[in-house]
Nanobody, 121 residues
Framework: QVQLVESGGGLVQPGGSLRLSCAASGSAFIINVMDWYRQAPGEQRELVAGITNAGRTNYADSVKGRFTISIDNAKNTMYLQMNSLNTEDTAVYYC???????????????WGQGTQVTVSS
């Protein structure tokens, strides 16, 4: 089993910045891909950014140039640096991982509990 725990959310003013973290913990696991998703009130959950264990990244068009995803493989921790935040970024942000673990080191999908990001004056 693997646990994903997000941190770093909070309330910021428009134009401000936040850095989210997602720490993976457990025994005998290998991260293949980790992603950040978000879900705003009344909206569907959407992919914000993703990163592979090799460091390849992708971003939603709405956050390109403002957000940066990174991963520290040694620490099994993923980060999302969010700059130039606006009210449209308000959402619960979820950490997700495609992680090999357990019997035969098969790949499983894991989700964190989410962290609230609110952008408001």
């Amino acid at each position: 089993q693997v646990q994903l725990v997000e941190s770093g959310g909070g309330l910021v003013q428009p134009g401000g910045s936040l850095r989210l973290s997602c720490a993976a913990s457990g025994s005998a696991f290998i991260i293949n891909v980790m992603d950040w998703y978000r879900q705003a009130p009344g909206e569907q959950r959407e992919l914000v950014a993703g990163i592979t264990n090799a460091g390849r990244t992708n971003y939603a068009d709405s956050v390109k140039g403002r957000f940066t995803i990174s991963i520290d493989n040694a620490k099994n921790t993923m980060y999302l640096q969010m700059n130039s935040l606006n009210t449209e970024d308000t959402a619960v942000y979820y950490c997700h991982g495609q992680i090999r673990t357990g019997w035969g080191m098969r790949e499983y999908s894991y989700w964190g509990q989410g962290t609230q990001v609110t952008v408001s004056s």
